[in-house]
Antibody, heavy 113, light 106 residues
Framework: QVQLQESGPGLVKPSGTLSLTCAVS?????????WSWVRQPPGKGLEWIGE???????NYNPSLKSRVTIYVDKSNNQFSLKLTSVTAADTAVYYC??????WGQGTLVTASS | DIQMTQSPSTLSASVGDRVTITCRAS??????LAWYQQKPGKAPKLLIY???SLESGVPSRFSGSGSGTEFTLTISSLQPDDFATYYC????????FGQGTKVEIK
């Protein structure tokens, strides 16, 4: 199966935009239908953020929908997450995944000035 | 949206104990349920998929059962490496996770 690796800034200022990328290696991003983002605040449970289809269509968690954009970049074999109007509550480890079998290792993003 | 209710939230057990964790879906998810184990600082590790299929490399002391709205994860004989937090996840309609069950040493 493909390998997934998250990357992006580890620190985001409050009211700013969180931007992360998930690089897909060992296969094509078109080889799987859906690609997801999941997050986990420190000491808390897992929260599904949303998903993007290889065609570009998306589904988002209603609790985050107004602030989230997920898109696929076929030319670079990756998909990305943008979360706007960040607050301290968005501090979390962010994971990318495509199936329950296949997750990235996660990246910590801290929202702080 | 499908809600997942997991119980108990904490479980104290001893090595060798049989442990059962329950997950209930707010509507039928057929068998589209996964169970994960997570240790501090690590990504979740898939144990069970499609409610009862054991992921490759996972010890056979882990088993899953159920369909529709009621699911169970059983550890037949708890081992020292099994003290961790466990999550259920439905993937029938988008993804939703249970709140987690922390398995502690009694």
């Amino acid at each position: 199966q493909v390998q997934l690796q998250e990357s992006g800034p580890g620190l985001v200022k409050p009211s700013g935009t969180l931007s992360l990328t998930c690089a897909v290696s060992g296969g094509s991003i078109t080889g799987s239908d859906w690609w997801s983002w999941v997050r986990q605040p420190p000491g808390k449970g897992l929260e599904w953020i949303g998903e993007v289809h290889r065609s570009g269509s998306t589904n988002y968690n209603p609790s985050l929908k107004s602030r989230v954009t997920i898109y696929v970049d076929k030319s670079n074999n990756q998909f990305s997450l943008k979360l706007t109007s960040v607050t301290a509550a968005d501090t979390a480890v962010y994971y990318c995944a495509n199936t329950p079998h296949n997750w990235g290792q996660g990246t910590l993003v801290t929202a702080s000035s | 949206d499908i809600q997942m209710t997991q119980s108990p939230s904490t479980l104290s057990a001893s090595v060798g104990d049989r442990v059962t964790i329950t997950c209930r879906a707010s509507q039928s998810i057929n068998s589209w349920l996964a169970w994960y184990q997570q240790k501090p600082g690590k990504a979740p590790k898939l144990l069970i998929y499609k409610a009862s299929s054991l992921e490759s490399g996972v010890p056979s002391r882990f088993s899953g059962s159920g369909s529709g709205t009621e699911f169970t994860l059983t550890i037949s004989s708890l081992q020292p490496d099994d003290f961790a937090t466990y999550y259920c996840q439905q993937y029938n309609n988008y993804w939703t996770f249970g709140q987690g069950t922390k398995v502690e040493i009694k």
